[in-house]
């Protein structure tokens, strides 16, 4: 199957500050969604972008298919920003697909 | 428009019981998939249902279980309930798998 490997693990940074996400993955895709887990456990779907650049808010995603990675922008962080974020892509199997994800990275934003 | 939603929120169960957990899609989706997360094996998928088909299963024991109703709502069971069945399960719907999906708040399922 299919590899999805995040990094960094674990990212701390002060409110305010930007950050980077990084997420690989092993073989050609057609999509690609980012999440992030609240607190209380649910994923909320932040993007679905099987290539180019999509913005929201504070928040822009990339993928570049061709070079298998995409990336995650968080701008002017915010304490409610925290959680953990997880890219994940479809993965074929039996006629119908089924997401695989990455191990996620942790985001925490201290005041 | 309604999102997903999962029945009950928190369950504690005894080893060796059985459990159900509920599924309501969004409106008009047809595909359902149940994942469950642990703190050591992340994200796994668990089995997708379209128009009360299972069409793909993951690599869980034959305890692990589901069904889709006429109106797309779903089930998943575990029979004998063990102690590392302890996990969140989530269930997310999309109009098919291809497409993206949208995840429920999840049920936290304790055994002890």
């Known amino acids: 199957g299919i590899q999805v490997e995040q990094s960094p693990p674990d990212l701390i940074l002060q409110e305010g500050a930007n950050s980077t996400l990084r997420c690989n993955f092993s073989?050609?895709?057609?999509?690609l969604q980012w999440f992030h887990q609240n607190p209380w456990g649910q994923l909320i779907n932040l993007f679905y972008?099987?290539?180019g650049t999509k913005q929201n808010g504070r928040l822009s995603a990339t993928t570049v298919a061709t070079e298998r990675y995409s990336l995650l922008y968080i701008s002017s962080s915010q304490t409610t920003d925290s959680g953990v974020y997880f890219c994940?892509?479809?993965?074929?199997?039996?006629?119908?697909?089924?997401?695989?994800f990455g191990k996620g990275t942790k985001l925490s934003v201290i005041p | 428009k309604a999102g997903v939603t999962q029945t009950p929120r928190y369950l504690i169960k005894t080893r060796g019981q059985q459990v159900t957990l509920s599924c309501s899609p969004i409106?008009?989706?047809?595909?359902v998939s149940w994942y469950q997360q642990t703190p050591g094996q992340g994200l796994q998928f668990l089995f997708e249902?379209?128009?009360?088909?299972?069409?793909n299963k993951g690599n869980f024991p034959g305890r692990f279980s589901g069904r889709q109703f006429s109106n797309s709502r779903s089930e998943m069971n575990v029979s004998t309930l063990e102690l590392g069945d302890s996990a969140l399960y989530l269930c997310?719907?999309?109009?098919?798998?291809?497409?993206?999906?949208?995840f429920g708040s999840g049920t936290r399922l304790t055994v002890v």
């Open positions: 249902y379209f128009s009360e088909t299972q069409r």
């Open positions: 073989d050609s895709v057609n999509n």
């Open positions: 994940a892509v479809p993965y074929s199997g039996a006629g119908s697909y089924q997401l695989t």
């Open positions: 972008i099987p290539s």
């Open positions: 409106s008009g989706h047809r595909s």
């Open positions: 997310a719907s999309s109009p098919d798998s291809f497409y993206g999906y949208t």
